[in-house]
């Protein structure tokens, strides 16, 4: 039994939704980047951050050139790996396949097992390293392409890739086994060694999970006496 056969989950419902796959922009398709290359790296931040995360499905980030380096050579070396995404009746799994280093697709595993090569995307992510040289700064955008795949829920799983890949414990002992030696991971310690982890990051999005069915819950009507 493969290691992403023993790692699968039962199915969110609306995982059988049919996707576009996206096309990735280049980032002076998204900013005027001659604006940004004036600016300061403090500034460049600021402004990344304003206009990513005003999209209501996207999501922004900026990585310093020390933390890029770690990540994009360990995502260079080990592209592929798990993300338990919490929910308040359990979790499921999707899996990050990393390309070159700047392009990362999210997916629900049990897609990826039945077809890896046409697994629809749930999430994808972009590193741009334009500025990398003049600014030492990498912008990531992350977009959400499922639809019931919350904005919380989507920072903590850009959260949760930026961890194990730019913490070198971390890395070593997860996705470098889960890459380079699966026999060896074992998805049950996985979880268990870094549930209050995933608990800490996710707990907002499961929150918001709680609180939107509790609202959306039918009033049950109160018993008056004739």
């Known amino acids: 039994m493969s290691l992403l056969t023993r790692c699968c989950t039962a199915a969110p419902k609306w995982a059988r939704t049919t996707f576009t796959m996206p096309i990735p922009k280049k980032l002076n398709e998204i900013v005027r980047l001659p604006l940004f290359e004036r600016e300061e790296p403090v500034k460049i931040r600021s402004m990344w951050l304003e206009h990513i995360n005003e999209k209501p499905r996207s999501i922004g ?3 310093a050139k020390p933390e890029w380096d770690v990540f994009h050579k360990n995502a260079l ?9 919490q929910k308040p009746e359990g979790y499921f799994n999707m899996v990050s396949q990393i390309q070159d280093g700047k392009y990362c ?22 590193f741009y390293d334009d500025l990398l040289k003049s600014k030492e700064l990498t ?24 961890e194990f890949y730019g913490q070198p414990a971390l890395f070593k002992k997860w996705v470098e086994t ?9 998805f049950t310690e996985f979880t ?16 918001e999970r709680i609180q939107q069915q509790t609202e959306n819950a039918p009033e049950v009507p109160i018993p008056t006496r004739s």
């Open 105 to 126: 697709l999210m997916t629900f595993l049990d897609h990826y097992r039945s077809n890896p090569t046409e697994a629809p995307p749930f999430m994808v992510l972009n």
């Open 139 to 162: 912008l990531l955008r992350a977009d959400l392409v499922a639809p019931d795949l919350s904005k919380a829920e989507g920072e903590a799983v850009v959260r949760t890739l930026r």
């Open 192 to 207: 268990r060694a870094n549930d209050s982890f995933f608990r800490e990051i996710f707990g907002k999005a499961v929150r």
């Open 178 to 186: 889960f890459n380079l030696r699966s026999r060896e991971f074992d």
């Open 61 to 63: 980030a900026v990585m």
């Open 77 to 85: 070396a080990c592209p592929m790996f798990i993300v338990p995404v």
